[in-house]
């Protein structure tokens, strides 16, 4: 298994471009997490979904963000549009039972926008 | 609503000596507590998890967490550190709908 697949690993746009984050889960996983990580912060939950419906999106912390997952093996994570604070490295984590079972993330992708 | 604490940013080891990784919590319920490693640029990695059963849980590369009720600690210990252990640690614990975890505290593992 390839585990869980984002891209691109790294991103650098400029402030008010509109940035795309990709995300291709384990297969059978019928949980999606989306997670941003910086040094002031932490890691910090943005949404996630069971078999592709989202359940929980209070983490995402404007309009600007939005996340789809139009199939089981697909997820894109969009901010329109971006702002030098949102650069931080976005994961993507997907598990078969939830929260109580474990993720697995992807490696990640590193936004910049200057 | 659930918290984990690392207290330690950072933790200095000398290569072959004991290691211990420090977390606390608190969950309402049962907890399930669980430890990921980060290394540089890269996703976090599962560790080891305590849902039930033997407070002293084992898990990947050597690694094993003495879950403490009373304390409502979750302690990462390794009995001989590594250097290529050095990496970002952070503990996570299950809540209603919800993982939460920790800050992170780095290890340095020195030779």
């Known amino acids: 298994d390839a585990g869980v697949i984002q891209s691109p690993r790294h991103e650098v746009t400029e402030m008010g471009q509109e940035v795309t984050l990709r995300c291709k889960p384990i297969?059978?996983?019928?949980?999606l997490f989306w997670y941003r990580q910086t040094m002031m912060r932490g890691l910090e939950l943005l949404i996630y979904?069971?078999?592709?419906?989202?359940?929980?999106d209070s983490g995402m912390p404007e309009d600007r963000f939005s996340a789809k997952m139009p199939n089981a093996s697909f997820s894109t994570l969009k901010i329109q549009p971006s702002e030098p604070r949102d650069s931080a490295v976005y994961f993507c984590?997907?598990?078969?039972?939830?929260?109580?079972?474990?993720?697995?993330f992807g490696a990640g992708t590193r936004l910049s926008v200057l | 609503a659930q918290s984990v604490a690392q207290p330690e940013d950072q933790v200095n080891v000398a290569e072959g000596n004991p290691l211990t990784v420090k977390c606390t919590y608190s969950?309402?319920?049962?907890?399930?507590l669980f430890w990921y490693v980060q290394y540089p640029n890269r996703g976090l990695q599962f560790l080891l998890k305590?849902?039930?059963?033997?407070?002293l849980v084992k898990g990947s590369y050597g690694f094993e967490a003495e879950f403490n009720k009373s304390q409502t600690s979750f302690h990462l210990k390794k009995p001989s550190a590594l250097v290529s252990d050095s990496a970002l640690y952070f503990c996570?614990?299950?809540?209603?709908?919800?993982?939460?975890f920790g800050k992170g505290t780095m290890l340095l593992v020195s030779p």
């Open positions: 305590y849902i039930t059963g033997d407070n």
């Open positions: 996570a614990v299950r809540g209603y709908s919800t993982l939460t």
């Open positions: 297969s059978g996983h019928d949980y």
């Open positions: 969950v309402s319920g049962n907890p399930y």
């Open positions: 979904f069971n078999n592709n419906v989202p359940i929980d």
């Open positions: 984590a997907s598990s078969r039972q939830g929260w109580r079972d474990i993720q697995y």
